[in-house]
């Protein structure tokens, strides 16, 4: 999803005006692990925002921190998914 979404020009581009971007990473690999500190922090969001474990998954939150929508992958264009993420 970072290579066919995130990372493109495009979405980066119609995102900004619009989202703060945060991306909560959980890798696996051990010679990936993140720092504690970032270990619990994502961890925290993730018991807030994504209790069912679903991978990779988005939030679309409001300023107050109220959940909008969501949504998973979706082999789509950049330009479809700012789309849906719009639509909440």
């Not at 990936?32 to 994502?42: A, D, G, I, V």
């Not at 939150?61 to 993420?85: C, D, H, R, V």
Request: no cysteine.
């Amino acid at each position: 999803m970072d290579r066919e979404i995130w990372s493109t020009t495009e979405f980066q581009e119609a995102a900004k005006a619009h989202f703060i971007m945060l991306q909560a990473d959980f890798p696996k690999k051990k010679k990936n692990r993140l720092s504690k500190e970032l270990q619990t922090q994502n961890k925290r969001l993730a018991e807030k925002y994504n209790p069912k474990g679903h991978f990779p998954y988005v939030v679309v939150l409001n300023p107050q921190g109220n959940i909008l929508g969501s949504l998973g992958y979706e082999k789509t264009s950049p330009a479809l998914y700012f789309k849906k993420l719009m639509d909440f």
